[in-house]
């Protein structure tokens, strides 16, 4: 299985996975609405620097779950 069908995959019967996808949209959302702001307040400006770091964690747990089925899909083939 390739890791986009793994993720379409996961996104349906993953809870933590599909919540974790979710949340990292939303961080992803709100970004997009930082980066488009002419002058950023400095408190916007540490709100983007913030959800970088969350949306960057939220990632790499997905990759970790995404890594864990890849491995048990070798092991059971």
Do not use: C, W
């Not at 916007?44 to 964690?57: H, I």
Request: hydrophobic content about 30%; glycine content about 2%; charged content about 30%.
């Amino acid at each position: 299985m390739d890791t986009e069908s793994l993720k379409q995959y996961l996104l349906a019967n993953n809870t933590h996975f599909a919540e974790l996808y979710n949340e990292h949209q939303g961080y992803e959302k709100r970004l997009t609405e930082l980066t488009e702001l002419s002058y950023p307040s400095e408190a916007e400006q540490m709100e983007e620097l913030t959800l970088k770091k969350k949306k960057l964690y939220l990632k790499d747990q997905m990759e970790e779950i995404l890594r864990h089925h890849k491995e048990q899909s070798a092991v059971t083939h």
